[in-house]
C-alpha cells in the first residue's frame, strides 16, 4: 500500500536523498518497511545510522503506523509501579515480552509519595493526571492531599510536558479520553489515605481538558460527591456520544464508632456528549438485583475497532469475570480465571488489543532461564490469563517484569495504549 504524498512530502524535508534509510529502496518505500517493526525494538535500532534515528524519532512514523492501523500498531502497556516522581514507569509489550525504560516525572522537592493517579493515553501521548500526595509545606504532615497536576509524555523528544493543571485537585476519580475532540474527561474524586482508605475528601465536579488549547473547562458535576470511581466514553456512530461514570463510593461510615468504611455506590451514571458541551447527568439506577450482594471489583470496556458491535464492560471480582448488560442494568457472570491468584496477592486487569489481560505476580512458573539474577527472585514472575471475549478462549503468558520488588496491582497504575 502506498504512502500518502503529504507523508511522503514530510519523510523526505526531513531525510536527505544521498541518505537511503535502506540502500538500493526509495525513502517511502524503505519508510513503510521500517514502520512495521514492533514499537519496542526502535530504541535498539535507532543509533543504526543517521537516517534512521531520524526517521524513527520523527512524527512520520507515528503517521504511518496509524495509517497502517491492523498492521504495524503496537498495542503497549504503560506500568507504573509506585510514585512516577521516584521511580520510572516501564512500557511492555506483551506480544514480544520487552520491556522499555520511561523517564520519571518531573521531581517537586516539596512533593512525595504520589499515588491514586490516573494516566490515560490519547493518540502518541501518555497522560498523567491528579492523584493523592504528601506535601511538606502542609499540615498535618500525615494526612495526603489531593494534585491538580497533570503531565504528559512525548515519545517523539522522550520527555514529559507539563500542563495546565485541573481546575480542582482530585485523585482516584473517573477519567476518559475521546480521541474524537482530542479532548480528556475527569469526574469526581478527592484525596485517599493509603491507612485509612475511608478518611479521605470527595468532590462531585467534572472537567474537560482540551489538548489544542491546553485548557481546562468545568462541566456539569456529578448529582453527589463520588470517588474511587471509573470512567469510559462509548461510541456511537464512529464518535464518543456518552461519558459513563461507574462505581465509587460516596459518603461513610464507622465500625465501633472508629474506624471509617466507605459506603459503594450500587448504580451508574452517564452524561451524553453534545458537541463542545457536555449534556445533563442521568442515573441508570441500581446494577444489583434483589437479593445479590454488590461486588466492586476492577471495572474495564473492550472496544469493537472496527466499530460493528457495542463495546462490552467487565468486572474482575475476585476470581470471577462479569460483564455488563445495558439493557437490563445488571452484572452476569462470564466466567472464572483459570488459575486463581495465591493467598495475599492482587488481580491486574487491563483490556490490550480486545483481550482482557489479568495479571497477578507469580513464582515457582517453569522458565527456560535456569539461573536467575536476586532481583528477578524478588521480583517474581509475572503471570497473564488472556481472555477473548467474543471467542471466550483462554490464553496465558509469563515474563519477568523489570522492578526490585513484586507488583503490587491494587496500587500499581497501568495505561494501555497503540504506537
Known sequence: ????????STLLHQIDQDQALIPGLPNDVAALILSFLPYSHHCRLKPTCKPWYIFLSSKTLHSLRRHHRRRSLSHLLCVFPE??????????????LAWRPLPPLPCNPHEYGLCNFTSVSLGPHIYVLGGSLF????????RPSPSSSAFRYNFLTSSWDRLAPMLSPRGSFACAAIPSADQII???GGSRHTLFRAAGSRICSVERYDVERDEWEALDGLPRFRAGCVGFAVREGGEEGEFWVMGGYGDSRTVSGV?????????ALVMELKGNG??????????WGAGETPRFGKIVMVEDEDGGSPPAIFMLDDNDILRYDMASNRWQKECSVPRRA???????????NEELHVMTIVNGIDSTETRRSRQQKRAGTLFMQIYHPRKKTWRCLVTKP????????????MCPIQL
Request: net charge negative.
Open 402 to 413: 523489570p522492578f526490585r520488588q513484586p507488583l503490587d496491582f491494587s496500587t500499581t497504575v
Open 259 to 267: 474506624f471509617p468504611v466507605d459506603e459503594y455506590y450500587k448504580d
Open 83 to 96: 510514585d512516577p516522581h521516584i521511580s520510572s514507569p516501564f512500557l511492555f509489550d506483551p506480544q514480544h
Open 186 to 188: 475527569v469526574a469526581g
Open 135 to 142: 506535601d511538606t509545606r502542609s499540615f498535618p504532615l500525615d
Open 1 to 8: 500500500m502506498p504512502i500518502p504524498p503529504s507523508l511522503a
Open 342 to 352: 495465591p493467598c495475599k496477592s492482587s488481580y491486574g486487569l487491563v483490556v490490550l
Open 278 to 287: 457536555g449534556g445533563k447527568w442521568r442515573e441508570l439506577g441500581d446494577m
